[in-house]
């Protein structure tokens, strides 16, 4: 086979391993939340919360974990993670244990998109795969809205026989992995399974090299490549903040009398139309990446990725005087700028983790700089999710009591059956 048929192929593995590791996780904390929480009025963050505190600690822990045993091993135990949190999710009939199952998650979540950065790290064309595995976990959004979207809101199916039909997606992360070209993990792959042999040193060349021991520098060269990466954790950290927080904590109040649609299917047009703008910012800036132009290296710097943070603030704040002082008309105008939003979200992520892979040329590095770009994923969501529990219920509790909106004050069904029935429907008459 061909380098450059290898190379397509590769990169087509790394669109589906991003699209199919993704498409759970994004299920169960991204469209399905108000449902898992049905019938209580909880913060719509404390998922939020509850995944990533887990995906965030096996985030930092993983790497080391991963460099020190194969691949093989990897996708075996991720592939366990993810079943068993979808069976702790739907099994028992209780908010609590469903909260412990989206825990579970973050373990599962964090694992894989450690192992599959690290992964890609190896590979020569490790941008290119860095760029296709971001807009696969970007197709993902947009894949789990739609596909949930559908099945509870048009085809009538309840939300914890929605989410169980997606079991046999656990498998594919799995399944992509035997079909990937092994040959750039030969070095990783030999390394974890055999001990190192070493050779001992000239006794001259020991004592010239006394005070340079080999523990310290991979820790000054290590503490180098964070510094470096800071600002990819920065702008990756802004960017999850805001659209986690406007699309779980603030849009969740913003619902409209005049909508021909329910409260609760605010949540559910919100994001999926957000998530529309975030696959095409992710696939528009691949395939003007993949013309190899250089104009596009100098304008989706790191420093003009700033620039696309910027914008997704100023959504992020539009949204909350909005929810406050409730002057949009209609429905229309925030699916408009979620849409912008989920574009300039779609393109600063991308490009974040393309800054990333191109800062360094050794494979342990750019696995550090890409970790660490996971890192702050991870950190914007929990600061998102930490806040929202008090701004959601803040900005809720005004339309109550003093807007006096009733039911348009919460996108969410206010009965606990709604997880195991789909109560839309049924009232509807339609189930």
Avoid at 258 to 270: K, T
Avoid at 291 to 308: A, D, P, S, V
């Amino acid at each position: 086979m061909s380098f450059l048929r290898r190379q397509q192929l590769s990169t087509f593995y790394f669109f589906l391993l991003g699209l199919s590791a993704n498409i759970i996780p994004m299920v169960v904390i991204w469209i399905a939340v108000d449902d898992i929480l049905a019938g209580t009025l909880w913060s719509t963050t404390v998922l939020l919360i509850a995944f990533s505190i887990t995906d965030i600690l096996v985030k930092v822990v993983s790497p080391a974990i991963i460099n020190r045993i194969s691949f093989h091993l990897s996708f075996a135990l991720l592939t366990i993670l993810s079943v068993a949190s979808i069976l702790l999710l739907v099994m028992i009939d209780d908010v609590r244990v469903r909260i412990a199952g989206v825990t579970v998650f973050g373990l599962a979540n964090g694992f894989a998109i450690i192992t599959i950065v690290t992964l890609f790290a190896h590979y020569e064309t490790a941008d290119l795969l860095g760029n296709a595995f971001q807009n696969g976990i970007n197709s993902s959004v947009f894949l789990a809205s739609l596909g949930y979207t559908g099945l509870t809101t048009w085809f009538c199916v309840a939300p914890r026989i929605a989410i169980a039909v997606c079991i046999p997606i656990c498998f594919i992360p799995l399944g992509i992995y035997i079909l990937l070209d092994k040959e750039p993990l030969k070095d990783h792959l030999q390394g974890t399974a055999k001990l190192v042999q070493y050779t001992k040193l000239p006794q001259e060349e020991y004592s010239n090299d006394k005070q340079d021991t080999t523990a310290d520098k991979p820790r000054s060269e290590t503490f180098l490549v964070l510094v470096k990466s800071f600002p990819i954790f920065i702008y990756t950290y802004l960017s999850n903040f805001c659209i986690h927080f406007s699309i779980a904590a603030v849009l969740t109040t913003l619902t409209f009398p005049s909508s021909p649609f329910l409260p609760r299917d605010h949540f559910q047009y919100y994001r999926m139309i957000s998530d529309a703008g975030i696959v095409i910012g992710g696939l528009g800036s691949f395939i003007l990446g993949c013309t190899g132009q250089e104009w596009m290296n100098k304008f989706f710097g790191i420093r003009n990725t700033g620039l696309l943070v910027v914008i997704n603030v100023i959504h992020m704040l539009f949204f909350v005087v909005a929810s406050w002082y409730r002057f949009l008309p209609n429905v229309i105008h925030v699916f408009v700028l979620c849409f912008i939003q989920g574009i300039t979200f779609g393109l600063a992520v991308v490009q974040a983790m393309i800054c990333a892979t191109n800062m360094f040329s050794s494979p342990y590095d750019k696995a550090t700089a890409l970790s660490t770009h996971e890192v702050g994923i991870s950190v914007g969501r929990i600061m998102a999710a930490f806040l929202g529990v008090f701004i959601e219920k803040y900005l809720r509790e005004h339309c109550t009591y003093n807007l006096l909106l009733g039911e348009y004050c919460l996108a969410r069904i206010p009965s606990s059956a709604g997880w195991s029935t789909n109560l839309i429907c049924k009232k509807q008459g339609l189930h």
